[in-house]
């Protein structure tokens, strides 16, 4: 089993917005407004990273349709499950050539041990965005998602992502949404939860703008 840290939910997620509302007086206006964010964990490990890239670029509804036909397919999401169902098994329930050709090499890299996912555990938040980055098919977005919502990171700011940065002009009042390394300083007083911080952003978003969000990871 990967070693992961204790999901940020219930008690520990209700305490950690209450420290950012009091680090952070919009943070505080925003939670007043919209409340907790929903539940967000995910498995833990190889399934994780998997469901990640099967999310990349497609809508909810499109990733839960494939998502099910794949659990259909391969029963528990491992390595070897992976590459039994082969690049046409992949395709056959809903992969892109593409996303096909990640999971493959995830599940190469797994199974041929380039990728410790126990290790990972034991590494410094910016020493795990490097290994997971090295793996074709992740980049910056999906390893810092896996972090979050996998490993359970309390620290991590997802600043690319174009939801989280338009919420966060909205909470912030800015005339227009901060680019990426504006997003990054201005999280800094959102340590040591930005993983919460971001949640609660992406909340805000659903409420106040979508109401029906289909681009939330």
């Known amino acids: ?27 505080a206006r925003a939670f007043e407004e919209v409340g907790s964010p929903p539940p967000r964990s995910r498995p833990p490990g190889f399934a994780s990273l998997v469901d990640i890239v099967l999310a990349q670029q497609v809508s909810t509804a499109s990733y839960r349709a494939i998502a099910a036909r794949l659990e259909a397919a391969a ?65 910056l977005w999906t390893a810092e998602i896996d972090m979050m919502f996998g490993m359970h990171r309390p620290g991590v700011l997802p600043a690319g992502d174009p939801a989280l940065g338009a919420a966060a ?15 990054r300083r201005m999280g800094l007083g959102w340590r040591p939860w930005r993983s919460v911080a971001s949640r609660l952003l992406w909340h805000y978003y659903a409420r106040k703008i979508l109401a029906r969000s289909d681009n939330i990871p």
């Not at 999971?103 to 555990?121: I, S």
């Open 75 to 139: 029963g528990a999401i491992t390595p070897a499950s992976i590459l039994a169902l082969g690049e046409d098994g992949l395709r056959g329930v809903g992969f892109s050539r593409q996303k096909a050709v990640y999971a493959r090499g995830l599940a190469e890299a797994v199974g041929e041990q380039r990728l410790d996912l126990d290790g990972l555990a034991l590494l410094p938040d910016e020493a795990v965005l490097t290994e997971l980055m090295k793996l074709k098919g992740v980049g």
């Open 1 to 27: 089993m990967t070693l992961v840290q204790p999901a940020i939910e219930g008690k520990r997620l209700q305490a950690a917005l209450r420290a950012l509302a009091r680090q952070d007086g919009d943070l």
């Open 169 to 183: 002009g909205l909470v912030k009042r800015k005339r227009k949404r901060p680019e990426e390394a504006a997003l």
